[in-house]
């Protein structure tokens, strides 16, 4: 299968803008008779749903949440890039496009980032006209800070409630269009499959969660906003409900997943405390800003720590490496996240871990304390302030910052993370990986296209911080209301599509069939311990790093635990009726299959780049080694019970030459 | 540490309801919600039916999680939701009593989990600021005092997870609807519609049969995200504002 980016000719910084001036339109009386089925309400989904509703088209939009407000957006902490050099530092379009591209390693597709940087100063401004309460300086105007991977401080942020306030902001004018009678919306319903007339999309098959029942949703086009998959792994930040299954189930009906191997491990996380654990929590990456990260230098006093016979504050400057620091001078604390996760795993693999498990490291303020409280006593013109004033001031210039982060902290595991440093180990955040889509956002599925987190396009191996939120704005509010038209100008004349067509009715049979097999397998196993199990796989062989033998290894323990899984498992209830059970059961039943795939793509990539780490491919000092040469490709995976298939999308670097990244 | 459980089962909103005994072997590291899983890990080995509750983010921010804990809604802890609750709240041997938010306009679904789509209408009804994409001027083109944007943000940090009906002994919605007008009226961008706005949201929120507010204060004191009472005031001063003093009502 031949993938085409499809990506408009012309020089790379004025593609977007002629694409938008030439690009066929759907007039307004014809919006009016043309059908899009929008599911996902989070960033992504609810900005194009209200988007779209605003430009006239009918507009159906799903979310299995009970309110589109809940998506797993919402928990996002730390803010939001944008290219506005309100700062006067440096930064612009251009800037936030070479970041982009070489902070992912340099396997994204050049064109799709550029339009993002382009857009990214449209959504600020888009957000703060929906009343967006973003943080202000004295003087009134939006504020700043900085994020991993970059040298300027083009984040925006509402305290650590970013994606709350943002994710409010799309649900709100969602919520006008619903009222206008321009989107309807169905809550509780969840996507199981996609219906296909005639090789393109139209339309859908969703369980109704209340009642049980499959019902047939028709439309000219569908748009997938359904979010990412790092709950393969089982313990990750994502929320508990994020899963694959919208965009696995149109895999299995030919649309393709890229890059599923590249996963983002996010380096501060509060650490694993026992098996019962059901997800990680994380901490934001805008700590860094102000946080440093060491460990002991002596194994002795690590394991110390770690029968609980000294702490943090027993070990003196001296005995404490500031390792990222020390590794990488230039950019010290702010290292990307693939770089500060893997330099924490080699902390803990050296046995300098600080916590019981020895699966953690510290993330310390007590600098930043002092810092802040002795600028705050000049500028409040105390003289010679006492140690005490000093620390009484910086803490509350750090409470400001973070206040809400550190009181998550302290509910969390019982510390004062005033007093003491933090604890910290990384933990699966993100998804790199993604359905593959072209410069229109659509998938190989003709009418199919893919938006947010659930597509792959523009993060290559390793997403920046505070780059998601702007991708899920970017492609909801200012990139699908114009590529979905150059796909829709030519069904004009397509009658309203018909939900009982046969297509529909294979579909819901199909997906009926599927639901009745899990509920009558009536085994022994609950469906959390397969997935728990699974987790366990992924971590252990397609986690941090990664190498051939265990990958192989992995992809046939993921193939046993689906068969075991297909005869052994127990779901209660009835299909006929509400039963979260019977919901996760499908959602693991796909991530069985996902997860044998990434095990797949990681063996096939035989270079280390972004978030896959093979340790087969590293220098001597430890650092991933790029094979520009034989991988500089997007590798789509086609499923197959049997053997899924790669098919290759060549990456083509005219505006950026291809350096080894470095940070030091 | 054994907990002794007194939980809420409930088939569907016509059925009736009865508290069932359990008993969960915990850990004081869990979370409430974890404690909650160990319950229904235990429930499916033995081929029974667990306990349906709600629940996504699991910390504090997506507002799925809702139980009335010991009579009080997520609980013990101030300021702390169902899900960031943690078992070192109670002792070894304690009895605990869990149940739905309870109110005419959250009916049950089943167990724990409630209806709440009425919050939905609410916003729907002009919970926004009408401005389509591409409408926008330059994000910096209005300065907004630092002290008034945290103002917004005070209001705008509600979850929406409904504890302030569930704790008010009428069922009334004043909070939730009040921190949403306060968000957006303390906004300059949001200044234009807001006397519209007032009307419209206390109309939908009477509709959606949501109790009248007689000042008894325990929205706030149970609200998860310390949203403030003075929020209803500022509501209340608007409305009464604006049918007296408006030709525009609803
Ligand atoms: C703790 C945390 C903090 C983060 N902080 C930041 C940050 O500071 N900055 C940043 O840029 N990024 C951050 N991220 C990443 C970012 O939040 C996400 O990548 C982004 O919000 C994803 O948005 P989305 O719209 O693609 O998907 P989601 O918000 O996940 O929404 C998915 C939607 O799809 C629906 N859905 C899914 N499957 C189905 C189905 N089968 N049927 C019906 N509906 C379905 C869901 O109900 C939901 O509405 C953070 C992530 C986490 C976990
Ligand atoms: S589960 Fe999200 S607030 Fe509790």
């Known amino acids: ?664 | 540490m054994k907990i002794h459980l007194k939980v809420w089962r409930q088939r569907d909103n016509d059925s009736k309801g009865y508290l069932e005994d359990h008993t969960v072997e915990a850990d004081e590291h869990m979370s409430f919600l974890e404690m909650f899983d160990v319950l229904n890990e235990s429930l499916v080995s033995e081929k029974k039916t667990p306990v349906a509750f709600e629940h996504d983010c699991r910390e504090g921010i997506c507002g799925s999680c809702n139980m009335v804990i010991n009579g009080q809604p997520h609980g013990p802890q101030s300021g702390t939701t169902t899900c960031q609750l943690h078992m070192r709240s109670f002792n070894d041997g304690d009895t605990i009593f869990v149940e739905p938010w309870r109110a005419k306009a959250f009916p049950v679904i089943k167990d724990l989990v409630v209806d709440r789509s009425a919050f939905d209408r609410i916003i729907q009804s002009g919970g926004y600021i009408s401005v389509n994409t591409g409408q926008a001027q330059d994000g910096n083109a209005i300065a907004i005092e630092k002290d008034r944007s945290a103002r917004a943000m005070d209001a705008a940090e509600c979850i929406g997870c409904g504890a302030c009906v569930a704790a008010c002994p009428n069922a009334s919605a004043m909070l939730f609807t009040a921190a949403k007008v306060a968000h957006l009226g303390t906004m300059p961008q949001g200044e234009v519609e807001h006397t519209l706005r007032v009307q419209s949201m206390v109309k939908q929120m009477d509709l959606e049969g949501f109790g009248m507010c007689s000042n008894t204060g325990a929205c706030e004191a149970e609200c998860p995200k310390e949203i403030s009472i003075t929020n209803i005031a500022m509501m209340n001063r608007s409305y009464v504002g604006s049918v007296l003093g408006s030709e525009k009502s609803v």
């Open chain 1, 1 to 664: 299968m031949e993938l085409k980016s499809n990506t408009p000719e012309g020089p790379l910084a004025t593609k977007w803008e002629k694409y938008r001036g030439t690009m066929n339109l759907v007039a307004p009386n014809n919006k009016r008779r043309i059908e899009v089925i929008v599911v996902g309400t989070g960033l992504a989904g609810a900005s194009a749903a209200a988007t779209m509703g605003e430009l006239g088209y009918n507009v159906k939009c799903f979310t299995f949440h009970d309110s589109p407000r809940r998506a797993h957006s919402i928990a996002a902490q730390g803010g939001i890039n944008a290219a506005k050099n309100y700062q006067n530092d440096g930064d612009s379009v251009y800037r936030l496009f070479y970041d982009t591209v070489k902070g992912g390693d340099y396997r994204s597709r050049e064109s799709n980032v550029h339009r993002l940087a382009e857009v990214s100063r449209n959504i600020i401004d888009q957000c703060v006209a929906q009343g967006v309460p973003f943080a202000r300086e004295y003087g009134g105007l939006l504020a700043n800070r900085s994020f991993g991977g970059v040298q300027v401080s083009r984040t925006f942020y509402a305290r650590g409630q970013t994606g709350q306030q943002l994710l409010l902001g799309a649900y709100q004018a969602l919520s006008r269009q619903i009222s206008l009678g321009n989107v309807e919306m169905y809550n509780r319903h969840e996507m199981l499959d996609l219906v296909k007339i005639d090789g393109k999309a139209r339309g859908i098959i969703a369980r109704n969660l209340l009642t049980g029942k499959l019902e047939r949703f028709a439309a000219h086009s569908v748009v997938l906003a359904t979010g990412g998959y790092g709950n393969v792994f089982y313990l990750s930040t994502n929320a508990m409900g994020s899963n694959v299954t919208a965009a696995w189930r149109a895999v299995k009906k030919g649309a393709l997943m890229a890059n599923p191997c590249y996963t983002q491990i996010h380096p501060t996380c509060i650490p694993v405390s026992g098996e019962y654990q059901s997800k990680l929590t994380l901490m934001s990456e805008s700590l860094r800003n102000d946080g440093r990260v060491w460990v002991p230098n002596k194994v002795e006093d690590a394991q110390a720590i770690q029968r609980g016979e000294k702490t943090a504050l027993d070990i003196p400057e001296e005995e404490r490496d500031y390792y990222l620091e020390r590794r990488y001078p230039a950019f010290g604390n702010l290292v990307p996240r693939d770089v500060a996760s893997r330099a924490a795993k080699v902390a803990c693999d050296e046995g300098k871990g600080v916590s019981k498990t020895g699966l953690a490291v510290f993330l310390d303020f007590a600098a930043a304390i002092q810092r802040y409280g002795k600028s705050s006593a000049i500028s409040k013109g105390i003289q010679n302030p006492s140690e005490d004033k000093i620390i009484e001031l910086g803490e509350a210039v750090i409470k400001e910052k973070y206040g809400n982060l550190f009181q998550m902290y302290e509910k969390i595991t019982a510390d004062n993370p005033y007093k003491t440093p933090m604890k910290i180990y990384p933990a699966v955040h993100y998804t790199m990986g993604g359905m593959w889509v072209d410069y229109h956002l659509e998938t190989n599925i003709p009418g199919l296209f893919c938006l947010g987190e659930a597509n792959f396009s523009d993060h290559g191996a390793n997403r920046l911080g505070a780059s998601a939120l702007m991708q899920g704005l970017a492609d909801g509010y200012f990139v699908i209301p114009y590529t979905i038209g150059t796909f829709l100008s030519k069904e004009i004349r397509t009658p309203k599509i018909d939900p009982d067509a046969p297509e529909f009715m294979e579909a819901e049979k199909a997906t009926q069939a599927n639901l009745d097999r899990l509920i009558n397998i009536k085994g022994n196993q609950s469906v959390e311990s397969f997935h728990r199990r699974l987790g366990k796989i992924m971590w252990e062989y397609c986690g941090m790093s990664r190498n051939a033998e265990g990958l192989k290894k992995g992809r046939q323990m993921i193939r046993d635990l689906r068969a075991e899984f297909y005869n052994d498992v127990f779901v209660p209830g009835e299909v006929g009726e509400f039963n979260p059970e019977l919901e996760k059961a499908g959602r693991v039943a796909d991530f069985l299959e996902l997860g044998e795939v990434m095990m797949m793509d990681a063996l096939d990539r035989n270079e280390s780049c972004g978030g896959h780490f093979r340790e087969e491919y590293a220098t001597p000092e430890g650092e991933a080694k790029r094979n520009d040469e034989d991988y500089a490709y997007v590798a789509a995976w086609e499923w197959d019970e049997t053997e899924p298939r790669v098919h290759k999308e060549q990456l083509e670097f005219k505006d950026i030459e291809l350096k080894t990244r470095s940070y030091k």
